[in-house]
Structure formats: structure tokens, C-alpha cells
């Protein structure tokens, strides 16, 4: 009995490897084995299920995807990826509120590949991130959404632009008002002398901060009860920084400049 088209992608770990690697191109027998540390005993009653299913075509000694497997394991991938953002190593996302990603951008999320999650001390919420703001000296850039504003954000503004030359700063409504209210001063000096590029988004996003600074992104989320757990979870890399702009943007379209008090 010839099997369902999804046991064969899913129901064998060996199958679902040899498609992947076969995914970069033609691969000779003696490199899947490699690949796969397994024998040529082993593998081939898995070949055999692939080529009768049309997935994969063999000539001499080397196997490559047929156009059919090709573009069924490029939908693999995809799945295989969104699946281990939200239920794999980076379950986080699973148990954390998500809504405020807009679609377009939440199809996106699995190409943000490998994350990084860390756990924080309730002393540690506050400090300084050492790790981004090495960062934003080398690309001399910062941009934050924030709805916990740092006690000390002037000074820690100030120093930050003594280095990076754009930093913007997207703040709720909420600590809008209660910068406005606790520390005039320090806001106001920021918004005359135009240090940082300041917004205020009218609502609650339903976070507590999304940071790019570099190539890396950095999000402090709420947990589906609403409450921050201490956790928090970045990615790096080329793919991270224009999806951690898009983001930005997304919000700052929606957001009012501060420009005086």
C-alpha cells in the first residue's frame, strides 16, 4: 500500500534529511551516508520510498530532487521552520502574546531562524543591555519600542548618543505621561536638543520592548496571562535587522513625533 504523501516527508527522520540535503542540489550516495552517519543498507529502503513517490530521480550513484520534490520541500522547509519558532527551541513564542506582529511580518517570523532566550533577574530589568549597546556602536544605530521606560533614560539617552548617531525612541502614551509628569526636565532637554528622535504611539502595544541595535533584535514580551516573566528573546543576523526595521516603522507609521512638551 503506497504511503500518504506526508508520511513520507515526516513519518522517517532519515527520508526528511535526504530531501533537505538533496534540497542544495545532487548529492552522491557516499555523501548522504556521510551526511547521515548511517549504511547504504540502512538508507536504501528510504531512497526506495522517495523515488516511488516521485520525489527524488537517480542516475548512476547520485540522487537529486525531481521538479515535484523540489518545490514540495521548499513548502517543507518552511513548515519545519515555523514550527520550531513556535514549538521548538523557541517555544517562547508559543506561551508569549504575539498579536502586536502584524500578519505580514508574523509570516515572516520563522526566517528569523536560530533565537537566543535569556532570563533576567528583576535587578537585572533595568540595567544597561551590554551585548546591543556594543552593537549599536558598530552600526551607530538604536531603536527601541518601549512601554517600561528606563528610571535613568535621560542620562542613559545622552550616553548612548555620544556614540551612535541615530537612536530613536518609540514610547507608549502611558510612559509618555508619566515621563511628562515625573521627569520634565530630563524629557525636555532631550526633545531641544534633539538627541533622540522621540514618538508616541497612542496605545498599548501589549509588550514591554523590541530593540534593533545592528544586526540583532531583542523583544521583552508579556506571556498570554499579561504578565513579563524575566525572559527575553533575540536573534542576529542580516535577516533579523530588516525584519527588526520593518517592524519599527510598522509602529512609528502609527505614531505621534514628540517634538515639544
Not at 521538479?67 to 513564542?93: H, P, Q, R, W
Not at 528569523?112 to 544605530?141: G, N, P, Q, R, W
Not at 496605545?203 to 516573566?229: C, H, M, W
Request: charged share 25%; proline share 3%; glycine share 4%.
Amino acid at each position: 500500500m503506497k504511503k500518504q504523501i506526508t508520511d513520507v516527508l515526516l513519518a522517517s527522520e532519515k527520508r526528511k534529511n535526504v530531501l533537505l540535503l538533496l534540497f542544495d542540489g545532487p548529492q552522491e550516495m557516499e555523501t548522504l551516508l556521510e551526511e547521515l552517519d548511517t549504511t547504504r543498507t540502512a538508507l536504501l529502503p528510504q531512497i526506495k520510498i522517495l523515488r516511488e513517490n516521485h520525489l527524488i530521480s537517480k542516475s548512476d550513484d547520485s540522487y537529486e530532487l525531481t521538479t515535484i520534490g523540489g518545490l514540495i520541500v521548499e513548502e517543507m522547509k518552511s513548515f519545519l521552520s515555523t514550527a520550531d519558532v513556535f514549538g521548538g527551541n523557541c517555544e517562547y513564542f508559543g506561551t508569549h502574546y504575539i498579536d502586536f506582529i502584524p500578519p505580514s511580518l508574523l509570516q515572516k517570523l520563522s526566517d528569523l531562524e536560530k533565537c537566543k532566550i535569556t532570563e533576567m533577574t528583576v535587578e537585572d530589568f533595568y540595567d544597561t543591555d551590554t551585548e546591543l549597546f556594543e552593537k549599536a556602536l558598530e552600526s551607530h544605530e538604536w531603536l527601541e519600542i518601549t512601554s517600561a521606560l528606563h528610571p535613568s533614560f535621560h542620562n542613559f539617552y545622552v550616553q548612548m548618543t555620544d556614540y551612535v548617531t541615530d537612536v530613536s525612541v518609540i514610547m507608549t502614551q502611558g510612559v509618555y505621561e508619566k515621563a511628562k509628569q515625573e521627569n520634565y526636565d530630563d524629557l525636555k532637554e532631550l526633545i531641544d536638543l534633539e538627541l533622540v528622535s522621540l514618538y508616541m504611539y497612542p496605545e498599548n502595544p501589549g509588550f514591554t520592548s523590541f530593540i534593533v541595535a545592528g544586526q540583532s533584535i531583542k523583544f521583552r514580551l508579556l506571556t498570554l496571562k499579561g504578565v513579563y516573566d524575566n525572559k527575553s528573546i533575540s536573534f542576529s543576523g542580516p535577516v533579523a535587522l530588516e525584519w527588526g526595521k520593518e517592524l519599527f516603522e510598522y509602529y512609528k507609521r502609527q505614531s505621534v513625533p514628540i517634538i515639544e512638551l
